[in-house]
């Protein structure tokens, strides 16, 4: 069964930073590109960044380019992105997600409130 | 970038068909947007109904199905039960980035 499972989140001021992570199990994930997709509360879903299978390429939403970085650990399994410079609209639940064999799996998603 | 629409809300009675649309700024959906449709309840992560256009996962219930529609992607529900009340959401790929639709919030009344 796939997993993924979310974590970092928490309470940031306005131009902090943090860290979130995503634990993948139940599949190659090696193989796999991931997604970080973000829902600010009450609002819709919106892709964040995208990495493929080995790292070596990376694409960002206009909203998070130059402050979010996404990268992985295939040895580990996990999935991070680096969160920095946040603002009160970076304020979401983050979602990782994966595409396998074309159904689009989810992790439960992590709380990010930025505020002071 | 492109922009995915959807309508903002809709209404179905219990048992009866409504018909869900997402549609492109860019131009005719086609299957080479490969369109999924995402169902989300209150507090819970999105989980995949469609993929592909058309074809379910294996928890999908039958009464859900996908197709093209008049130059849009479709979600079609027939046979509405409470538990279908839930906002969904459809996605287009754009050969890169996914690109969701705003989200339709569906009430069975």
């Known amino acids: 069964e796939v997993q993924l499972v979310e974590s970092g989140g928490g309470l940031v001021q306005p131009g902090g930073s943090l860290r979130l992570s995503c634990a993948a199990s139940g599949f190659t994930f090696s193989s796999y590109w991931m997604h970080w997709v973000r829902q600010a509360p009450g609002k819709g879903l919106v892709w964040v960044s995208r990495?493929?299978?080995?790292?070596?390429?990376?694409s960002y939403a206009d909203s998070v380019k130059g402050r979010f970085t996404i990268s992985r650990d295939n040895a580990k399994n996990t999935l991070y992105l680096q969160m920095n410079s946040l603002r009160a609209e970076d304020t979401a639940v983050y979602y990782c997600?994966?595409?396998?064999?074309?159904?689009?799996?989810w992790g439960q998603g992590t709380l990010v409130t930025v505020s002071s | 970038q492109a922009v995915v629409t959807q309508e903002p809300s809709l209404t179905v009675s219990p048992g009866g068909t409504v018909t869900l649309t997402c549609g492109s700024s860019t131009g005719a959906v086609t299957s080479g947007h490969y369109p999924y449709w995402f169902q989300q309840k209150p507090g819970q992560a999105p989980r995949t109904l469609i993929y592909?256009?058309?074809n379910k996962h294996s928890w999908t219930p039958a009464r859900f199905s996908g197709s093209l529609l008049g130059g849009k992607a479709a979600l079609t529900l027939s046979g509405a039960q409470p538990e279908d009340e839930a906002e969904y959401y459809c996605l287009l790929s754009y050969s890169g980035p996914w690109v969701f639709g705003g989200g339709t919030k569906l009430t069975v009344l």
């Open positions: 592909d256009t058309s």
């Open positions: 990495i493929n299978s080995d790292g070596s390429y990376t």
């Open positions: 997600a994966t595409q396998i064999r074309g159904v689009v799996h």
